[in-house]
């Protein structure tokens, strides 16, 4: 072999496999913009489960995910998993929809990563929309970049070594339900999910940030794999650098959060999880939570940390564990 070459191959071959290389990706304002004026939009009516906004948003997502390319899991073809009606306990007024789309890993394809966010809010109360930009608009919209950043990186030859899913579930406002569908009716073994990232409400400062927007609550990071813990503060500090607040995840702390978003359903099955928030405010369930209040720049580094935690989590040699003292 000619010598130049073989050394362009050296160079090539320890500069793919050295630690950081993700973070030449990273997310872009102006495709989380689109999203959440899409989603937050007066045509999506506040997506409602069972009503109209709720399955327009649905198809706005399936469709982004069909054109991106990503696999949709066998037989779920259209990108959607169907929840009757009568799951939802009289809560809904017709079936709701989780939305569901992955990538398969390159080296440990049965282990699955999830990436969660609810797509329903609370729909329309007399005149009002409560259009949920930042709840959860925001959070769909950071699945939707990261999902197309794990794309990019998979054309560009670097396919996660786990498969990924993305999932976008219904009925969260109501009570939780999508999520505990999935979690009832997994699309992949739960015993072979390794992690649910969970993201709702990431587009806001709370008041207790005004002068340091570069945060982020955490909760649940520890409470099952103390390796989860510490993996996501050493990406965390290695890469976006955001204070990492876990007033939220303390155990005696009154808003109990760790058992109030979709993550929840994944913790009960033993799976480790991360639920990524940003605080309430004064727009919390209110039909002022509107699109031209999001901090873009927050939630953009906030997207980029759950993108490196995620690629890390994926790519890492060992499957994240479980502690033994906090098995079930
Ligand atoms: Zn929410």
Redesign the pocket.
Known sequence: MNKLLFFLLLFTVISCSSGQSYTEYASDTINLKQHISQLASAEFGGRKTGEKGQKLAAAYLAKYYSELKLEAPAGHEDYLQHIPVEFFNGRSKDKGENVLAFIKGSKYPEEVLVLSA?YD?LGTKGEDIYF?AD??AS?NAALMEIARLFQKAKTEGKQPERSILFLHVCG??IGLFGSKYYTSHPVFPLKQTVVNLNV??VGRIDDKHKNNPDYVYLIGSDKLSSELHDLSEKINKETVNLELDYTYNNDNDPNRYYYR?DHYNFAMNNIPVIFYFNGTHEDYHKPTDTEDKINYDALSKRTNLIFYTAWEIANRKERIGVDDKKLK
């Open positions: 609810h809010h949920g709840d959860d959070g969260e406002e709702d409400m978003s």
